[in-house]
């Protein structure tokens, strides 16, 4: 099995050496030599960077070390260069899961439209590889988050990750498989000991606004300048939503799809006078 993992934390972040480690202890338990986990990620954070692909500049794979120590890869793209990098040139199109994460931070809600981390598990879906992201969320602000808040994460991942690739048609037969969306999963994880998670909560993206996003001041010579910023505004009354989720102890897995079309939205723009006759997509 070929695992290819990233994240937009950067190469340094304990959320990617957590993770590691218990894939690594996973691996050398099943004693399989074709076994490879190659890991590939920022050289910096890269936080909020979406779906950004880099085109403007050459990119380079640089050989780094994990904060555990590991060898592993740095790029100077961004997560979704790391994914193309890491499957087309690491492991030459062979990956046979993507991983993004441990992210430190929650993705939850609207959020995903900017996550570079579930950006990465899209760009590995793209690529025909079962993806998913995984975050750890801290319930409270007066406890950030430290090496020790992964554990829990990193091992569901791997968890997770063996059920992926039990369960799973293999990548080349999906790319051309008729009606394929390019399928991922994304989870949140509350940053909580085992015995206080309740279980797990299979969700949908819930709403997650931010209000007061610009914060304009001025510098010392008069100029003004800007800082993107806002408070959160969640609504926690979904039940079914991945926010309600993760506020009330729940591992949230919220499955995606690439294919973002609002189907149930053709009937209302078939009736626009737009000055064309409209095909819709049944009459096709």
Same mark, same amino acid.
């Given at each position: 099995?070929?695992?290819?993992? %990233?994240?937009? @934390?950067? !190469? ?6 957590? =993770?590691?480690?218990?894939? *690594?202890?996973? #691996?050398? $338990? ?47 793209? %961004?997560?979704? @260069?790391? !994914? ?6 690491? =492991?030459?199109?062979?990956? *046979?899961?993507? #991983?993004? $994460? ?183």
């Amino acid at each position: 099995m070929k695992i290819l993992v %990233t994240n937009d @934390d950067g !190469v340094a972040s304990p959320g990617l050496a957590a =993770l590691s480690e218990a894939l *690594d202890k996973k #691996i050398q $338990g099943r004693g399989d030599s074709t076994d490879e986990i190659v890991i590939i990620a920022p050289e910096r954070p890269r936080s909020a960077s979406g779906h950004s692909i880099t085109l403007h500049k050459p990119l380079r794979i640089e050989e780094a070390k994990l904060s555990s120590g590991r060898p592993a890869y740095c790029s100077n793209g %961004t997560p979704s @260069d790391c !994914v193309t990098l890491g499957f087309e040139v690491l =492991l030459q199109a062979e990956a *046979d899961i993507v #991983i993004s $994460g441990i992210n430190a931070g929650p993705n939850l809600g609207w959020d995903l439209s900017y996550s570079g981390t579930v950006s990465a598990a899209i760009e590995g879906a793209i690529l025909g590889a079962p993806s998913f992201a995984i975050s750890v969320v801290s319930l409270s602000d007066s406890a950030p988050l430290d090496a020790g808040s992964f554990s829990l994460a990193a091992d569901f991942a791997v968890r997770l990750a063996e059920q992926i690739v039990e369960n799973r048609v293999p990548p080349k037969q999906l790319e051309h498989r008729a009606g394929f969306n390019g399928l991922l999963l994304n989870v949140n994880v509350p940053a909580l000991p085992a015995d206080q998670i309740n279980g797990i909560s299979l969700t949908h993206q819930g709403k997650r606004r931010y209000v007061d996003r610009v914060d304009a001041r001025v510098d010392p010579w008069g100029r003004p300048y800007y800082w993107i910023c806002g408070n959160i505004q969640d609504d926690e009354s979904d039940a079914d939503s991945d926010i309600y989720a993760v506020l009330h102890h729940w591992i949230s897995i919220t499955p995606l799809q690439l294919d973002m079309t609002a189907q149930h939205q053709f009937s209302l723009l078939n009736q626009w006078d737009l000055g064309f006759p409209v095909n819709h997509p049944s009459e096709r």
